[in-house]
């Protein structure tokens, strides 16, 4: 057998409350849901969504400065599924090196907003792969991205920005990677310290950017790629009250450290909202059990993300009415509020 196969079942007897139903309707800030959509397509999904008891879906995937297409997904969206879609836009990276730049950009998100855009959707090409007519790379914290990010803040829109990728990635790949499984199945996804920018540095230049625009609310994708080191990011959030963070992808990392976890929730619990990052209705499943239960040693759903199994982290009615819909509703613009609970 190859150490790929191995998959022991547990014959741990517990108590066990496994979920299909989130406890409260809840808001999933991170997904990418395609519009338009045929009305067959959306109906399926609306009844799953209301089965999971999922009242509202963010949808990030408008790429950049396309006014077309931006509108004909939100009026396909209002169409088919009112009041439970809502979109961000993505910056137009075309045009970097012109000395208009800065100043179109932060124009185009404001014609983005008032079409009925909630946000801007910032992706780690941003970083990693964009680059100016000479090759070089363009940092996060480029000054002409600037007015963008304060435009954003005079909106009052959130900028949702996922940075960089698990630190793994940037590791040799061998016994000691966490990820290795997940390096074998998909080994695109490694990094080389040789030509990419180190791991540090990508994470260094977004907090940068955190911390110079201070009336810009950010939501940092992923945990920031910091749930394993939540004392981190709770330092980041202290010191910048701006910074709001999200769980799509990362529950293991949650998962395996309950009760330090838990005790981050309560004292994050004004600034940390749910997201998914991947429709699959049945693996919100292990989201509901790692959040609400107290239940030891239970699978996780994809062997990929972590080899070890979850811990619920219990955690208590306001935290996590404040995580399903009370946080993204205080800072996402124009969001439905009817059918969340006080
Ligand atoms: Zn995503």
Redesign the pocket.
Known sequence: MDVREYEPKSSLVSPQHPKTRAKYPFIDV?N?PRFPMQAEQARKMLADMDGLNMRIMGS?FVRGGNNERLKSAIDSAQQLAPGRIFFFASPDYSGLDDPGYAQKAAAQLEKDVKLGARGLKVWKDLGLNIKDAKGERIHIDDARFDPLWAMCGRLKVPVFI?TADPKQFWEPIDKNNERWLELQEMPGRRRDPAKDPSWEQLITEQHNVFRKHKNTIFIDAHLGWLGGDLGRLGKLMDECPNVYTEI?AVLAELGRQPRYAREWFIKHQDRVVFGK?TWAPTEYYSYFQVLETADDYFPYYRRRHAFWAMYGLDLPDEVLKKLYYRNALRIIPGLDATGFPK
């Open positions: 991170h990418h990030l996922h799509g990052d």
